[in-house]
Structure formats: structure tokens, C-alpha cells
């Protein structure tokens, strides 16, 4: 539903600086920035197999199929470069949830890692890109 994705196209004041490993960088390749919704979680849980973090082979990734593919996601995808040290910026955006996608060249192969972030307004985000996945948040009990 387009207004799932309405508010990602507003500007805004957030900022997501994010930055990949020596060992598997980014350098000179696109980084997508897609706005996390229920159709884009549904996408990043079938090509990924989560909706948090993942590093797969990026012709595992590719090999997939999406049954409900939606060309029209792909106007709400921003993009980035990643410089030559591995870092990449995303500016002006509206607070909320966004996934990062960054093809990496990785010693065992070329991968794809994909991490969900919280974009909050008038700060910026450091959203490394590199490592095992971060053990999940601790969950708060009822009080």
C-alpha cells in the first residue's frame, strides 16, 4: 500500500551513516536503503530470512523469487554510495524504520548483508555492517 510508504518521502532531519569492514567492503557499489513496512518485511524475511540482520552469498539472495514482487517499491528505495573506505550516508530522511542493503566483497565470496535501523529525528545513526549478527534485544518483563 502506497500509504505505507508515505511518510519515507518526506524529508526530514535523521541521518543513517553506515560503514563496512575492511575485509568486506562496500567500496564503490550501490547501498539501498528501503523503508521497513509490512510488504518490505515480508520481502526481507523471504529473501534474507529475517527481518533484522543477515550476511548470505549474494547468488543465494538473487536465486530467490518473489511471488508478489511490487515494481512500485522501488520508488521508495533511496540510495548511496559507499566510498572507498567502506562508509556510505543517507541524509534528510524521516524518523523511522529502514532496512540497509550492501553488497560486500568478502574474502569467501561476494555477499549481501542487510540490517533493519531505526532512523530517529534531528540524530545521527551509526549502523556498522560488518560481523555476526547482533544477539537479539533483551525483552522487558511486565512490571
Not at 538473487?62 to 543517507?90: E, H, W
Amino acid at each position: 500500500k502506497a500509504e505505507d510508504f508515505a511518510w519515507s518521502v518526506r524529508p526530514g532531519t535523521a541521518r543513517i551513516q553506515g560503514l563496512t569492514a575492511r575485509t568486506a567492503s562496500c567500496a564503490g557499489t550501490a547501498v539501498a536503503l528501503p523503508t521497513a513496512t509490512p510488504y518490505s518485511s515480508e520481502r526481507m524475511r523471504a529473501l534474507y530470512g529475517s527481518v533484522e540482520y543477515a550476511v548470505l552469498p549474494i547468488e543465494v539472495v538473487r536465486s530467490k523469487t518473489i511471488l508478489n514482487d511490487n515494481p512500485a517499491m522501488r520508488g521508495y528505495v533511496r540510495a548511496a554510495r559507499c566510498d572507498q573506505n567502506g562508509t556510505f550516508v543517507f541524509d534528510k530522511l524521516a524518523a523511522g524504520p529502514y532496512f540497509i542493503i550492501a553488497e560486500v566483497d568478502d574474502p569467501s565470496g561476494p555477499q549481501v548483508i542487510m540490517r533493519r535501523v531505526q532512523a530517529v529525528a534531528g540524530r545521527t545513526l551509526q549502523a556498522p555492517l560488518n560481523g555476526p549478527a547482533p544477539p537479539p534485544a533483551p525483552r522487558r518483563r511486565p512490571q
